[in-house]
């Protein structure tokens, strides 16, 4: 069922999403695929998740990799990563 989410709920299921798959350092995903996928969960297709993927990337959150293409957690952070989560998807289904 797609539903709307606001735009910290919708970085924190971003970073769920590729935390669950275990992409961390130089273990990455593409951002296309990722986009597909979350796409059928957002209400509007999935438009702000590479959006979003390149504020967490400037936020330091995420590491990008060939040409921007693909994306890993940065695990220098893997603390703030969790609560980050944790903190902006606790009213949201996992």
């Known amino acids: 069922m797609r539903r709307e989410y ?7 299921l971003i970073l769920n999403f590729i935390m669950r798959k ?3 350092g130089e273990h990455y995903f593409p951002i296309d695929t990722m986009a597909n996928w979350l796409g059928q969960v957002v209400k509007n297709n999935g438009k702000n998740i590479k959006k979003k993927v390149k504020e967490l990337a400037n936020e330091g959150y995420l590491i990008l990799h060939k ?8 695990p220098r952070l893997k603390h703030e990563i969790m609560e980050y989560i944790e ?8």
């Open 67 to 74: 040409g921007n293409t693909t994306a890993s957690l940065n």
């Open 6 to 12: 606001s735009d910290e709920a919708l970085k924190a």
């Open 22 to 24: 275990g992409r961390w």
């Open 87 to 94: 903190n902006n998807l606790s009213d949201v289904e996992q």
